[in-house]
């Protein structure tokens, strides 16, 4: 498991306001096509690299398998991968869920398998978010099956307060409120996963 690992959290407004300006009209959100950023490219370029480097030092060298879960994780995967110093290869899952809202919230299914085997392997489960925990529960269990050599999961973003399962990530980008969060790879009815910042999708738009 992934010593030290420096969760950041997430207030609505850090990094953009200070806690004193949250309640005046002229506090400075930052837009990006008329949405709130949440975390811009910068900023998740950072703690990407942050995590980057702390997944290389835990790995002392060993090779690596990251497996991305399709799709939403596929453009924190290809940035994580370009920072993280060791022979790795990548696979891929696609999952979908039952009885699903906005986000899942029922029980999983694979929809796309490996495609090759991870027995003794070195693994790191990327995904974009941590939500109900119901995805990476039921992967972290399959993958288990083939006996890696070790399993670390590593998300870009948490949501601990909307967590059925119990399962931590070994590496967290950010942990968030309970947003409704677009781009940098996650959707809204598939679409904005295009956009390079994190935004909020407004309520009334859900
Ligand atoms: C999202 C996200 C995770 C999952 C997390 O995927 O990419 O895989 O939900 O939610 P959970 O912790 O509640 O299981 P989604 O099923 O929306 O598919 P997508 O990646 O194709 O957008």
Redesign the pocket.
Known sequence: MAAGNPQNTCGICTDRASPDSRDTVSMATVTYQGLEVLFSRQQIAERVAEMGAQITKDLNGEKLVMIG??????PFLADLSRTIQVDATFDFV????YG?G????GA?KLIKDLDHSIEGKNVLVV????????????LRKLFLQQHPKSLRIATLLD?PS????K?DADYVGFSIPNLFVIGY???YA?RY?NLPDICVMPPDQQ
Request: aromatic residues 2%.
């Open positions: 879960v399709l799709k939403g994780a596929a696609a999952t979908t869920s699903k906005l986000r899942s919230s999983v995904e974009d978010i941590l939500d109900t925990g119901l995805t990476l529960s039921y949501k909307r967590r059925i399962e399962i790879g996650m959707d598939e996963r």
